[in-house]
């Protein structure tokens, strides 16, 4: 297939573009290289013939007509986004911008470029989301694909909006549409602001290992390669106007979380004390969501996927990758807002 990756420098979209190109697809790249971007995620395959890369940003619409008419994808695997809850609280407008304005900016320029081309069926827009949009749930329960929104921070508010602008378009002018809704992605690139890099690169600087609350929240964790062999799939073989719910079937309590990191770094990296003794309890994010869990089972026997990395072989594979990139991790602490709490304005 012909792919036009938006976000492919991101942590998600990297993994994306990573296994598209390796498995021969032609791939698009297309990113705006704004903070928690990073080119050198998909350094090894830069050089590839199947692989290009375009610096765009998704609110120009003028650009991604133009992107749209010079490549002539047979998808758009849309990833590009801001992702991190706390940055939201603090400055919802560029999540406002890029999550819910982009995502209208894109959706017209492929449908535009769709017409154009005779509404070619086999064309796909694949929307990817996140379990978020779907709030908290109590001790019990899982998301499932009819699950009612009801989102709870400005980023999981704005990217609900974007679900339903996908959908709209596919009802309202047939546009050919997949939608995704994935768990907390981990692994390797994963920006430095996030929960597990956070945990690693803290502990290893012998510094406090910042935990909200009491820890009691609980998140499934997917591992992202394992997520980006899903997207792939789904954009190949999901059924039109069908969302897919992706998860790692890995549920934890982030203080089971965080101490399971620890003691994967007592075993790989000793220091002269557990690690778990830098395990902080800090003043919780506002509105934080007490459990998100999801049900696989239509992807599951719809498209035969299920994770194949457990959340004790990912989290191994995560710790070791930060131990052997310690050059891409200290290129990105100097980046506005790492390293710093955020999300406490409110």
């Not at 420098?9 to 390796?22: L, P």
């Not at 949009?133 to 694909?145: D, K, R």
Request: glycine letters at 8%; proline letters at 5%.
């Amino acid at each position: 297939m012909k792919l036009v990756v938006t976000g492919g420098a991101g942590f998600i979209g990297s993994a994306v573009v990573r296994r598209a190109v390796r498995a021969g697809h032609e791939v698009v790249n297309v990113d705006a290289l704004t903070y928690a971007a990073c080119l050198d995620n998909v350094a090894e395959v830069a050089k590839a013939p199947n692989y290009t890369f375009l610096e765009a940003d998704i609110r120009d619409r003028r650009a991604m007509d133009t992107l749209l008419a010079e490549h002539h994808p047979d998808a758009i695997m849309h990833l590009a986004a801001e992702s991190h809850v706390d940055r939201s609280i603090d400055g919802p407008g560029t999540f406002i911008e890029t999550n819910i304005t982009g995502t209208y900016t894109l959706l017209e320029a492929a449908r535009a470029h769709w017409v154009a081309r005779r509404r070619p069926a086999q064309f796909r827009f694949h929307h990817i989301s996140t379990d978020e949009v779907f709030g908290s749930l109590g001790v019990t329960g899982q998301f499932t694909e009819e699950t009612p929104y009801d989102p709870r921070s400005p980023y999981s508010a704005s990217k609900a909006a974007s679900d339903h602008l996908v959908r709209a378009w596919h009802e309202t002018y047939g546009l050919p549409v997949v939608l995704t809704n994935c768990s907390n992605n981990y692994g390797p690139f994963h920006f430095p602001e996030k929960l597990i890099p956070v945990v690693i690169l803290n502990a290893l600087a012998g510094k406090p290992i910042p935990v909200y609350g009491a820890g009691e929240n609980v998140r499934d964790w997917l591992y992202v390669e394992d997520h980006a062999e899903a997207l792939l799939l789904v954009v190949e073989k999901g059924a039109v106007g069908r969302s897919y719910n992706i998860g790692g079937e890995n549920e934890a309590r982030n203080i089971d979380l965080v101490r399971m990191i620890c003691a994967i770094l007592d075993a790989k990296r000793p220091g002269a004390a557990p690690y778990a003794g830098q395990i902080t309890f800090v003043t919780d994010r506002p509105g934080h969501d007490a459990r998100y869990a999801i049900d696989p089972t239509r992807i599951r026997e719809e498209l035969g996927w299920r994770p194949s990395v457990t959340l004790e072989q990912g989290l191994e594979k995560t710790v070791q990758w930060y131990l052997d990139n310690e050059p891409w991790w200290r290129a990105l602490q100097s980046r506005a807002g790492v390293g710093e709490r955020l999300g406490v304005k409110a």
